[in-house]
């Protein structure tokens, strides 16, 4: 088995060969995506040829709201001109290789489970702090994509009626809290309010807080930061309970830019969701971070690939 | 083919013998839950003879936890005496036929797959308002059991943080809302409060109001009554909207003793989910209430076995 895993980026593009152990070889790539569509998927089939050898078929992890089915890139983030999008089509043409594209929280949790801590699981679910809260889940050995595909978006359940605004629209979902970018607003909204934390010691501009800043000044002892890491796990272990409570999962995996807070982040979120589950649920699942670190984009979209061809 | 579909409940079994139409005959006995378990296996095979036809196999639909791969019935609400009961191996021990157990709200929810309102779908949801609140998930065609067969809780995600307390321990749980009882017993406590509401004129002594008082004065203007419909409709369209985003299901459909109250319920959370759902997931899908009324716990428990043979 040899795939071509792309983890398209907005500034970069990394591939690389993966078979069935993991990463042969690495390469990237500037984007280049103010210089249209045409040289993305240009560049996109470069990184490819970058590889070298013999690749069987193409995976791509992308974020934003992809047709898997048809390979079009509905919308995304990284690329605002791209509506409707024929990406698969546009590289199998340039490179006569099968192409399999998912939005990169699916191809976070195939990568899991080819290539990570879900190794062998049945039933398991993924969920990606990063700019935004993602999700995946495998539940029979199937992902779950829903009648037209645009499931498991775990993010979006409101786990407070009267919380703050979403991107989606709603007041209090998951991700309004959760994301690195609500927790680093949450941060500066009491930092402003008290002006006591140390948090001001680590930027210049209170703007330039980050999620990463508030869990090391919370082990730091910084009362804010501590608040607001409190506050925060708490919402995501009652969420998680909430997915146990739907899916019997035998994991939750923890993944994307805010995890690599660690132990600050994951040990809150075990100590409450295990005060959170009903008791049937108790010691039927284990919630761990994801190991595979600066790996997972790749090897999520070459296991985008792997899915797609036992399909 | 032909299925004995039982309804096992507290006080009656209701059998009914099933074929690929509906209920052909229907016929019912006392539980007589006090004379011991022995004497409540002897009436459920009672009925299955009552049935007088040939029959292929035996479901039975029941409150509680069940473990349907072995047929034990690990407790339940109606038979306080059962921990983990061989429910299943007695029957076939008596009768020589196959036997499939489900807990009710699956059995509701694959009775409304062969036989009601979600004939056809590949993904849906049941959602049955009852003394709890009880659900069933279908996905890709299959059922939604998890790692251990207890999943599928919908009823236990977090609505709101500072809810009132749940039967399973936590707050704000969905059913410490949504269930009949949570909904009798909000109104009472706003009865109890202000003293004026026509609530009073429906009951002799307060203790007495149940849910449908509540759908009922709501149509007549009450305000309490409009108030508590207002509160758990809202946040039963909140959580669908959680559901729809984690499933992007076909249909959810509305059943048990409270769904009942029709329009009265069903409309407001038609609106509100509308409000709810994230703009990729309008219109993808339809809120209905169950039409099955009265045979939904026969054709259920039937389906149990369709379901089992099937599998």
Redesign the interface.
């Known amino acids: 088995m040899r795939i071509a895993g792309i983890d398209l980026g907005g500034t970069e593009i990394k591939a690389g060969l993966v078979n069935e152990s993991g990463i042969l070889k690495k390469v990237s790539t500037s984007t280049e995506v103010e210089k249209g569509s045409e040289k993305i998927v240009e560049n996109i089939v470069k990184t490819i040829k970058m590889l070298g050898e013999k690749v069987e078929a193409i995976g791509i992890g992308s974020p934003g709201?992809i047709d898997r089915k048809n390979g079009i890139v509905r919308y995304s983030p990284n690329f605002p001109q791209w509506h409707d999008f024929e990406l698969g089509k546009k590289v199998y043409e340039l490179t006569g290789k099968k192409v399999f594209i998912e939005n990169d929280a699916n191809a976070f949790t195939l990568g899991e489970w080819y290539y990570g801590n879900a190794k062998g699981c049945?039933?398991f679910i993924c969920l990606t702090f990063g700019t935004g809260v993602g999700s995946g889940?495998v539940?029979?050995k199937?992902m779950?994509?829903?009648?037209?595909?645009?499931?498991?978006?775990?993010g979006?359940?409101?786990?407070?009626?009267d919380g703050p605004m979403c991107g989606?629209?709603?007041r209090g979902c998951l991700e309004s809290y959760a994301s690195a970018k609500s927790v680093a607003r949450m941060a500066k909204e009491l930092v402003l309010k008290h002006n006591n934390s140390s948090l001001l010691n680590r930027v210049k501009d209170i703007n330039e807080i980050e999620s990463k800043h508030v869990f090391e000044e919370a082990k730091n002892g910084d009362f804010i930061s501590k608040y607001v890491v409190e506050k925060i796990t708490d919402?995501i272990a009652?969420?998680i309970?909430?997915y146990i409570?739907?899916?019997?999962?035998?994991k939750i995996i923890l993944g994307g830019g805010m995890s690599k807070a660690g132990n600050e982040l994951l040990n809150p979120i075990i100590e409450k969701t295990d005060m959170?589950v009903?008791?049937?649920?108790k010691n039927?699942y284990k919630i761990e971070l994801s190991n595979l670190v600066e790996d997972a984009g790749i090897l999520g979209a070459a296991s985008c690939a792997i899915y797609g061809m036992e399909e």
Do not use: Q, W
């Open positions: 709201s049945n039933d889940v539940i029979n199937k779950l994509f829903g009648k037209d595909g645009i499931g498991a978006e775990l979006h359940i409101i786990v407070s009626s989606c629209g709603n919402l009652k969420a309970s909430g409570h739907i899916f019997n999962p035998e959170y009903m008791k049937s649920f039927t």
